[in-house]
């Protein structure tokens, strides 16, 4: 095969950008700019994703095939269209991110929650703030609750700061020159991704979740050799579980990057409630397998063979396009294609085995059955690790649970789970009409005060 040419980024209107043919197909391009979830806090949990809304309201609901989408570190306008489809579209884009239709606020924030009511909740969806809490990377557990205090001014500027042209990059899957393109920008610097913070005194570690899904979710170092076990994990419980077994029917390992230096890698498999205790083991069994180095050469030649599928097509120039804009935004060094191949083809037996001890060390798994103190996880925190604040209140119902308050602090629960937020702590309260508040913590645990259940002692 003729080794195709490395993709070079050149610049368009001061924006990295990298660009390659598209062979027998329409042309396909992406804006994509360093900003996500992971950045927003916990009061303006949203506003990325409104923004992405915003910027694309003007192209309502005609012909042209595009999409936006905001994950925890990116965010991204893609299109397929002709040339002059491309143009309009990226042109439009950044000529909404500069002027954002404001008037449209309210109606998209109301199509936000109503489309975050529809999609339901990913196997995974818990993991991030149990690890992170409710901050940072743990925020994709969360609701979008900046949704509902956002004002115009600090979504505009929210645009202003974030979406500029040092913080973006774009990618051009067409062999045709694009006329009149014009991506003006606001200035700004690029951005670092957030630094990632962690709530789990020990890994590995495990927490009960009701359900039909057990999930693995680690951090390992990003490298070919994360993405081939995660091929050979994949492949792995398919087999195992599914296959010969008969355990589960739906299996899946999964590869993110997060940042520049690490990736989530998460593992799922789903079963009927008789079978989930028989799935939950075999996890661990295929995990165990893998940390001894007891794989053939032939699930590696297999393996390797499935990370690299895709750098044998005719058009694998146009289709790394995205993860090279990516890369290049979260300071990950990007290679070419022969350099990538040559990385996978070197991944070794005892390479997987060092891959797996990373994935066991740092993982956090959901079980819908029983625990995993037998496999050596310990259990993550149930309750809040804050020391408890001053006198209990009375509470006007004998059997609820007694509320702690002080200068400090809120507490509810007792000797064996209590909860405790300290203001000093907390990222958002949620208020209600009768007065009730649920306060959040930023170790990602949660209260609910009810003031008219409770009397001041001194009333006694």
Not at 385 to 393: D, E, Y
Request: glycine residues 8%; charged residues 20%; aromatic residues 8%.
């Amino acid at each position: 095969m003729t080794e195709q040419n490395p993709v070079e980024p050149v610049e368009i209107n001061g924006i990295p950008t990298f660009i390659a043919p598209r062979i027998g197909a329409r042309g396909a391009a992406g804006l994509v700019f360093r900003v996500g979830r992971a950045d927003e806090t916990f009061a303006t949990a949203g506003i990325t994703h409104l923004v992405e809304h915003l910027a694309l309201h003007h192209h309502g609901v005609g012909e042209l095939h595009f999409n936006g989408a905001t994950g925890d570190v990116v965010t991204s306008f893609v299109v397929e269209g002709d040339t002059s489809e491309l143009v309009e579209y990226l042109n439009g884009v950044c000529s909404s991110l500069r002027d954002l239709p404001m008037e449209r606020m309210a109606v998209e924030c109301e199509i936000l929650r109503t489309e975050a009511r529809g999609r339901g909740q990913a196997p995974a969806a818990s993991l991030p703030i149990y690890r992170y809490g409710a901050q940072g990377y743990g925020l994709s557990s969360d609701d979008e609750f900046g949704l509902n205090r956002l004002d115009a001014q600090t979504v505009r500027d929210w645009a202003q700061t974030h979406f500029t042209r040092g913080n973006a990059a774009l990618w051009l899957a067409t062999d045709e020159p694009l006329e009149g393109l014009d991506l003006t920008l606001p200035d700004g610097p690029r951005l670092p991704c957030p630094a990632a913070t962690n709530e789990l005194p020990k890994t590995p570690a495990w927490f009960f979740q009701p359900g039909n899904y057990v999930v693995i979710d680690s951090v390992v170092e990003r490298s070919s050799t994360a993405n081939v076990f995660t091929q050979l994990l994949s492949r792995a419980l398919f087999t195992e579980l599914r296959q010969q077994a008969g355990i589960s029917y739906n299996t899946q390992a999964d590869y993110y990057p997060r940042d520049g230096h690490y990736a989530r890698l998460t593992a799922w498999a789903d079963g009927p409630p008789e079978k989930l205790g028989a799935a939950v083991g075999g996890m661990i069994d295929v995990l165990a397998r893998l940390q001894r180095a007891t794989v053939t050469e032939a699930e590696l030649d297999n393996a390797r063979r499935r990370t690299m599928h895709h750098l044998d097509d005719p058009e694998a120039n146009s289709r790394l396009l995205p993860s090279l804009a990516v890369n290049l935004l979260l300071g990950y060094p990007n290679q070419t294609l022969a350099e990538l191949r040559r990385d996978v083809e070197a991944v070794t037996v005892d390479d997987i085995r060092q891959i797996a001890e990373q994935f066991h060390s740092t993982a956090l798994t959901q079980t819908p059955v029983g625990n995993l103190d037998w496999a050596g996880f310990t259990q993550a925190p149930q309750s809040s690790s804050r020391q408890p604040f001053g006198q209990p209140v009375v509470s006007k119902e004998p059997e609820a649970p007694a509320l702690i308050l002080s200068s400090e602090g809120l507490g509810v629960g007792d000797e064996a789970k209590q909860i405790n937020v300290a203001f000093a702590d907390v990222v958002g309260v949620l208020c209600f009409p009768d007065g009730a508040r649920t306060m959040f913590g930023r170790d990602g645990f949660s209260l609910r005060v009810e003031p008219t259940d409770a009397r001041s002692p001194a009333a006694d």
